[in-house]
Structure formats: C-alpha cells, structure tokens
C-alpha cells in the first residue's frame, strides 16, 4: 500500500517500531505505543543517540497502519574554540550540534 508522506501520521495506540542508524551503526532503536507525531518518535530517536557526527538514516514503522518511512538526517559540530561571530540570537553556541534535516 503507497502513501505520501501526508497521509503518514501516528495515533497514540499505534505500534511504533523506528531506528537511526549512521555509518552502518545503530544508535538508537525505539518501539512502542506511546507515540502521537512522527516529531515525538524523532525526538525520542535523537534524545537516545546523543551527539553524533555525520549523515543518519531514521527508519520509522507503524506497525498498526501498516506504512514505513525512511529519512535522512546530518548533523555537524561545530569546532570548539573557533571563532565564531554570532549574529542572530537563536544561533547555537560553541560546542552545539547543528541539525541540518534532509529528504524527508
């Protein structure tokens, strides 16, 4: 069964199985029922893997609707005590992990 990203939603109830794997490593692998967005299971997914460097593949099942979604995701960290000029106040600080979201 074919859905477009639109129809992809998750209801709280709904068997949720996802991973994030980056470099052929699993960083982190969640499932569960307790889920209400595909935001909620990204979260709980970036949350586990903790700081990690590189391009990521996030894989998410709804068991329950029966669709899988896989996206990519990258992050980079910014190198400590380089000299930054900080122009916007939402800009991270030294140290902090960009998320740069891709193809979703």
């Given at each position: 069964?074919?859905?477009?990203?639109?129809?992809?939603?998750?209801?709280?109830?709904?068997?949720?199985?996802?991973?994030?794997?980056?470099?052929?490593?699993r960083l982190a692998a969640v499932t569960g029922?307790?889920?209400?967005?595909?935001?909620?299971?990204?979260?709980?997914?970036?949350?586990?893997?903790?700081?990690?460097?590189?391009?990521?593949?996030?894989?998410?099942?709804?068991?329950?609707?029966?669709?899988?979604?896989?996206?990519?995701?990258?992050?980079?960290?910014c190198l400590p005590g380089a000299s930054q000029?900080?122009?916007?106040?939402?800009?991270?600080?030294?140290?902090?992990?960009?998320?740069?979201?891709?193809?979703?």
């Open positions: 069964m074919n859905k477009n990203n639109d129809d992809r939603k998750v209801n709280w109830g709904d068997k949720i199985c996802a991973s994030l794997e980056c470099n052929g490593r029922i307790d889920f209400t967005s595909l935001e909620a299971v990204k979260r709980a997914l970036l949350q586990m893997a903790g700081r990690y460097t590189g391009m990521a593949v996030m894989t998410v099942r709804n068991c329950t609707q029966g669709w899988r979604d896989v996206s990519a995701l990258a992050t980079m960290r000029r900080v122009t916007a106040p939402s800009a991270p600080h030294v140290g902090a992990q960009y998320l740069i979201p891709w193809a979703s």
